[in-house]
């Protein structure tokens, strides 16, 4: 029997078809595993906020959907830390390895757009298959369409499920910015940080084939993580914390919520 589970903590965004990704675990010979990265600011004493970087990985095997919009993971590790990007991909690398050992098997890692992920995923994790959010690059969409058609929700939604599906069939080339009449500088700012977006991403966003493979395209399962390893503890109302204070609670956190041994190894460590 599996522990009990809340289904309002594992409200993850499943964007592939049940049967298919059925049908893709059978025929594949290697295992799949997932590894998910992103920051959350947090507010530091005197007003400062800094980044806290989280990473979460799993085993496609462990990963299961509950319903259209609910997943649940049963086993999973997470990594936190308010260190240095450096310091955070050497302790997401070690994670890794722990999980997977020497099994021969398939990655995939899902971020946003910041150039940091993937160029940590570039020289840890050479073959991996390297995926761009989905609804990260669906948000530079809608604030395209929110600021073409400030007034009408209905041609917002329009346009933008239009561009969506061009995205989800490989073809960004076909995303339509060019019969705008550009009046307004956030309407001009938000088109070049779309085009900007893809540009720098075009290795990524080949959702077509992905999804085909019955690939997850969305990061909701680090969207979830953020909130329960810092979000929940760290993100309260009027809280303020030392770098010191919130990276041993966040620390703590993930080593709490993980699926391995490393809570109760952790505290053996500390009595010996």
């Known amino acids: 029997m599996y522990k009990e589970f809340d289904l309002e903590e594992f409200q993850e965004i499943n964007l592939t078809d049940s049967v298919l990704i059925s049908e893709v675990r059978r025929s594949r010979v290697?295992?799949?595993?997932?590894?998910?990265?992103?920051g959350t600011m947090l507010a530091l004493k005197k007003g400062i906020y800094k980044e806290a970087k989280v990473g979460v990985i799993f085993s496609e095997s462990e990963h299961f959907s509950l319903s259209e919009k609910r997943n649940y993971i049963r086993e999973k590790e997470y990594v936190a830390t308010m260190n240095s990007r450096k310091k955070f991909s050497d302790l997401?690398?070690?994670?890794?390895?722990?999980?997977?050992?020497?099994?021969?098997?398939?990655?995939?890692?899902?971020?946003?757009?910041?150039?940091?992920i993937w160029s940590m995923s570039d020289y840890l994790y050479p073959n991996a298959i390297q995926i761009l959010d989905f609804y990260h690059v669906s948000e530079y969409v809608w604030k395209v369409s929110r600021e073409a058609f400030p007034d009408n929700q209905k041609s917002q939604k329009e346009w933008?499920?239009?561009?969506?599906?061009?995205?989800?069939?490989?073809?960004?080339?076909?995303?339509?910015?060019?019969?705008?009449?550009?009046n307004t500088d956030?309407?001009?700012?938000?088109?070049?940080?779309?085009?900007?977006?893809?540009?720098?991403?075009?290795?990524?966003?080949?959702?077509?084939?992905?999804?085909?493979?019955?690939?997850?395209?969305?990061?909701?399962?680090?969207?979830?993580?953020?909130?329960?390893?810092?979000?929940?503890?760290?993100?309260?109302?009027?809280?303020?914390?030392?770098?010191?204070?919130?990276?041993?609670?966040?620390?703590?956190?993930?080593?709490?919520?993980?699926?391995?041994?490393?809570?109760?190894?952790?505290?053996?460590q500390d009595v010996a």
Not at 92 to 99: A, I, N, T
Not at 160 to 182: A, G, P, R, T, Y
Not at 215 to 235: A, D, F, T
Request: aromatic share 10%.
């Open 186 to 268: 956030e309407l001009k700012k938000s088109i070049k940080n779309l085009k900007t977006y893809l540009k720098n991403n075009k290795n990524r966003i080949d959702y077509k084939s992905y999804i085909k493979k019955g690939l997850m395209i969305g990061s909701g399962v680090i969207e979830s993580s953020n909130k329960k390893v810092v979000g929940q503890r760290l993100k309260q109302s009027g809280m303020f914390w030392s770098k010191e204070g919130a990276n041993s609670v966040m620390t703590l956190r993930a080593c709490f919520l993980s699926s391995s041994k490393n809570w109760k190894n952790f505290w053996k």
């Open 92 to 116: 997401m690398y070690l994670s890794y390895c722990q999980k997977v050992g020497n099994l021969e098997h398939e990655l995939v890692i899902l971020g946003d757009g910041a150039k940091w």
């Open 160 to 182: 933008v499920d239009i561009q969506l599906e061009h995205l989800k069939n490989s073809e960004s080339e076909k995303i339509d910015l060019d019969k705008f009449n550009i």
């Open 30 to 38: 290697k295992p799949r595993y997932y590894l998910e990265v992103d």
